[in-house]
């Protein structure tokens, strides 16, 4: 399918707009955080996107911004970037694991290190960061605090 | 009989890097795992977040030290594609025969670390002997033996010296008698072959729901290389195909794994051969490369390990607002716990070393 064409066909599900073409096999689209757990069953299960390449969350100071790769695992090379905007007081969203296990680490970097909730997630703990830590450094509020001991 | 947990890790002559891997086990026999993370957690987003789209190539090649050249393209290309820059044509194709002789040296580097794990100490020795052609070749244009920092945004950053191409082909011809030789020796050895074949088997429909990508994918006889899918640089003009292996049984195992990475050195060989006949004459740098850039940008490569995905967002100033990497391993390790499932306790180190993990660019 034409990167023009899947855009066009994924803008009429329910709250998806934004619909445009980046490359001739990149398409980019947005989601309400509402309709994002049935738009992504359509992606994987009728639009054939079997690999999910990576999930990025952006702080962008009014809130947060995820940012979702997917493809196909064809010579084709097709990707789509679907977008969601969280509020900052109430970062959480729909886990895709179910769909793709391969987001399972991604989504726990991102609460991780930029404190998104992923419900139906099933083990959300930090992978990178030890246990007891606080806070999530990259957001942009978050505070360095400064260790000056003498040596 | 009782089950229990055992470490294996942080300091294991398994590991190759600092992680650590809980297994459960039964006897013998492993019922569940669990790797853990962040042992070399170095926080490269957020570095990059406060340094200028310049000096983060510095940043990018020490994500994987086997690997350096791959990961620095990687951000090259995905910076010049939010700043709108295309690198000039000769200066491209340096980029593809830089990288596949990166390729050769990180897979002969994972050849190297891999037989050593399953007892055969000569692996080692080889392995490293044939890299350091590889890297004394590198070294050439670049300066650096395992960080180049050669790949710059627009460009390379100096040309190839006259004469590169000859002390290439002298060291590939080498490699490939060796590699003859290594491959009679591996593929005829009983030990090496019951130590690989059918274990640590997983099918192509799993690896590709569990997010493996690379020569890990390759193995299981899926046909997908981002050099073709999502092609850069040279590669568009270069005649090459995807080359796969799959297991006896159907799937990837270790010894289609291993067959995967020798297939792929060849392949890497042939690629250098004609990336530097076909190379035009040229400049080697675009003519002018922005400091500022806004917007969002990204692009995936073929990385040594899998697929390589850089994603930048650009506020306007000369520094990322937000920078996100996609490493191949940190999803691959994710995996392991699948197939490591019903395996025994000595099949660990062939298993973990057959995927080839990397823990730098793994914890970032």
Redesign the interface.
């Known amino acids: 399918m034409e990167t023009g064409q899947l855009v066009q066909q994924l803008t009429q599900h329910d709250g998806a707009s934004d619909g445009s073409v980046l490359r001739s096999?990149v398409g980019r689209i947005s989601i309400t955080r509402e309709a994002s757990h049935s738009f992504f069953s359509t992606l994987k299960n009728d639009f054939g996107f079997?690999?999910?390449?990576?999930i990025?969350a952006?702080?962008n100071q009014t809130g947060f911004e995820l940012?979702y790769?997917f493809s196909i695992?064809?010579?084709?090379?097709q990707?789509l970037?679907v977008h969601i905007d969280l509020p900052r007081d109430t970062p959480t969203v729909d886990s895709i694991t179910h769909l793709?296990?391969?987001?399972?680490?991604?989504e726990r970097?991102a609460y991780d290190?930029m404190g998104i909730y992923f419900i139906g997630h099933p083990d959300l703990k930090?992978?990178?960061?030890?246990d007891g830590f606080a806070g999530h450094?990259?957001r942009k509020d978050y505070v360095y605090e400064i260790h000056e001991e003498e040596w | 009989m009782a089950e229990m947990w055992i470490h294996m890790g942080p300091q294991h002559p398994m590991t190759h890097g600092l992680w650590n891997l809980r297994i459960k086990v039964n006897g013998e026999t492993i019922t569940d795992a669990v790797p853990e993370l962040g042992y070399l957690h170095r926080s490269v987003e957020k570095i990059g977040e406060r340094r200028k789209y310049f000096m983060n190539t510095t940043l990018t090649d020490r994500l994987c030290y086997a690997s350096a050249m791959t990961w620095t393209h990687c951000y090259c290309l995905a910076a010049e594609e939010l700043m709108g820059v295309v690198a000039p044509p000769r200066a491209q194709y340096i980029r593809t025969a830089v990288l596949e002789l990166q390729r050769i040296a990180s897979h002969l580097m994972w050849l190297g670390a891999y037989l050593p794990d399953l007892g055969l100490i000569t692996g080692f020795l080889y392995g490293m002997r044939d890299r350091e052609m590889f890297l004394n070749l590198l070294e050439i244009p670049s300066g650096g033996r395992l960080l180049y920092n050669y790949v710059k945004i627009g460009g390379v950053k100096r040309d190839l010296p006259p004469g590169f191409e000859a002390k290439a082909e002298r060291v590939m011809q080498t490699l490939e008698r060796r590699l003859k030789e290594y491959e009679n020796l591996y593929d005829n050895s009983k030990i090496f072959r019951m130590r690989n074949d059918g274990v640590g088997v997983y099918s192509a429909s799993d690896a590709i729901n569990w997010g493996i990508t690379g020569p890990n994918l390759r193995s299981a006889g899926v046909p997908f290389d981002l050099r073709q899918a999502d092609s850069y640089d040279a590669y568009p003009e270069l005649d090459f195909e995807p080359v796969t292996n799959t297991a006896a049984g159907g799937g990837s195992d270790c010894f289609s794994r291993y067959r995967q990475r020798v297939d792929e050195m060849h392949q890497s060989m042939d690629l250098v051969r004609q990336a530097l006949a076909k190379m035009p004459e040229g400049r080697v740098m675009a003519d002018s490369v922005p400091l500022r850039a806004s917007g969002e940008a990204f692009r995936r490569t073929e990385d040594s390990r899998g697929e390589a995905l850089m994603y930048l967002v650009g506020d306007g100033s000369d520094r990322p607002y937000r920078w996100k990497i996609r490493s191949p391993m940190f999803t691959t390790v994710s995996a392991a716990p699948h197939f490591l499932k019903g395996y025994k306790v000595a099949d660990v180190p062939a298993i973990m070393g057959s995927i080839d993990m990397c823990i730098g660019e793994t914890d970032k």
């Open positions: 096999n079997d690999h999910c390449s990576l990025s952006v702080d940012v790769h695992v064809d010579a084709a090379g990707m970037e793709w296990g391969g987001a399972d680490w991604h970097e290190l930090r992978v990178l960061l030890p450094p990259l």
